[in-house]
């Protein structure tokens, strides 16, 4: 797994695109000019940030963003504006500390730091966002600009 810092032309919220098939032969891989692209290291780190599962819905007021972040204290996730429009939520999830006598069977929970960035449209009021976190998840509010409706003004028309 492996997420691409690129902007898509389609999408103009996006930043961060996960291509699924990196690392595979018939993917796209690193190098799009080979065949056959050599297969991606996949490291704790990529897989971490690539797990914060974040919804993100319009309502006729704001842009809603949900993340599940299940363990972690408010203390421990930041949500930052960059360049005006980039909403960036991110944090660190820590390994549990191993006991000298701990035998583990299985580790799937993952940890390590991650981080999800939003391009956020023109409408939004950066200057009035809100988080709440309740129950492991993360809620952010960017309430949106009114949308001032054109007024059409009738022309006279004479002859």
């Given at each position: 797994?492996?997420?691409?810092?690129?902007?898509?032309?389609?999408?103009?919220?996006?930043?961060?695109?996960?291509?699924?098939?990196?690392?595979?032969?018939?993917?796209?891989?690193?190098?799009?000019?080979?065949?056959?692209?050599?297969?991606?290291?996949?490291?704790?780190?990529?897989?971490?940030?690539?797990?914060?599962?974040?919804?993100?819905?319009?309502?006729?007021?704001?842009?809603?963003?949900?993340?599940?972040?299940?363990?972690?204290?408010?203390?421990?996730?930041?949500?930052?504006?960059?360049?005006?429009?980039?909403?960036?939520?991110?944090?660190?999830?820590?390994?549990?500390?191993?006991?000298?006598n701990d035998k583990w069977h299985r580790v799937e929970r993952s940890s390590g730091k991650f981080m999800r960035r939003f391009r956020l449209p023109e409408?939004?009021?950066?200057?009035?966002?809100?988080?709440?976190?309740?129950?492991?998840?993360?809620?952010?509010?960017?309430?949106?600009?009114?949308?001032?409706?054109p007024e059409a003004k009738p022309v006279q028309i004479t002859g």
């Amino acid at each position: 797994m492996s997420l691409i810092r690129r902007s898509n032309a389609f999408d103009p919220f996006s930043l961060d695109l996960w291509d699924p098939f990196e690392g595979f032969p018939f993917g796209s891989g690193s190098s799009s000019n080979s065949l056959f692209p050599s297969f991606a290291s996949t490291n704790s780190e990529t897989a971490a940030f690539a797990g914060a599962r974040i919804d993100w819905k319009e309502t006729p007021e704001a842009h809603v963003f949900k993340a599940d972040v299940p363990g972690l204290k408010k203390e421990e996730v930041k949500v930052e504006v960059e360049d005006g429009n980039i909403l960036q939520i991110s944090g660190e999830r820590n390994m549990e500390q191993e006991e000298k006598n701990d035998k583990w069977h299985r580790v799937e929970r993952s940890s390590g730091k991650f981080m999800r960035r939003f391009r956020l449209p023109e409408n939004a009021k950066t200057d009035q966002i809100k988080a709440s976190m309740e129950n492991g998840v993360l809620t952010v509010t960017v309430p949106k600009e009114e949308v001032k409706k054109p007024e059409a003004k009738p022309v006279q028309i004479t002859g």
